[in-house]
């Protein structure tokens, strides 16, 4: 049975869910911060063993974007993902400011767009929205 356990991620599980799924690796320290610094994240376990995460950044006023919303390869295809991802948007929607709207983006996976579709997302462009964009900056050791 899938449990669901909220603010729970792990520096252990995040490098380990991340390796998982091939996303790029990071250091101790980078991924430490990234856990701390978010302002939501859940977990889904297959007993104690961790098989998705979703985490929640943003300025939590304005905007917020899910970050590494992950499924292992072997539980894919059986709902974890989309739980993940509604208890993200649930959260998301917990703590907009009444009267207001908070933009919820995200970057998926190239080929994942549909699964985003589905959850209510919206493909950019579109006619009044541009692309998304990105830039990534290294800083290399001294």
Not at 13 to 32: G, P
Not at 74 to 86: A, C, E, S
Not at 101 to 108: I, R, T, V
Request: net charge neutral; hydrophobic share 40%.
């Amino acid at each position: 049975m899938i449990t669901y356990k909220v603010n729970a991620l792990t520096l252990e599980t995040y490098l380990f869910l991340r390796e998982e799924v091939r996303f790029k690796n990071l250091s101790i320290k980078q991924a430490q911060m990234a856990i701390d610094n978010c302002l939501f994240n859940v977990v889904a376990f297959d007993g104690d063993m961790p098989v998705g995460m979703g985490r929640v950044v943003g300025d939590g006023a304005v905007i917020c974007y899910i970050q590494d919303l992950v499924v292992i390869p072997g539980y894919q295809k059986f709902g974890i993902g989309g739980n993940l991802l509604d208890k993200c948007v649930s959260y998301v929607e917990s703590i907009t400011l009444e009267g207001t709207e908070m933009m919820l983006a995200l970057m998926c996976a190239k080929g994942r767009e549909g699964f985003y579709l589905k959850h209510n997302f919206i493909a950019r462009p579109t006619e009044n929205l541009g692309p998304g964009m990105i830039k990534y900056i290294s800083k290399k050791e001294e």
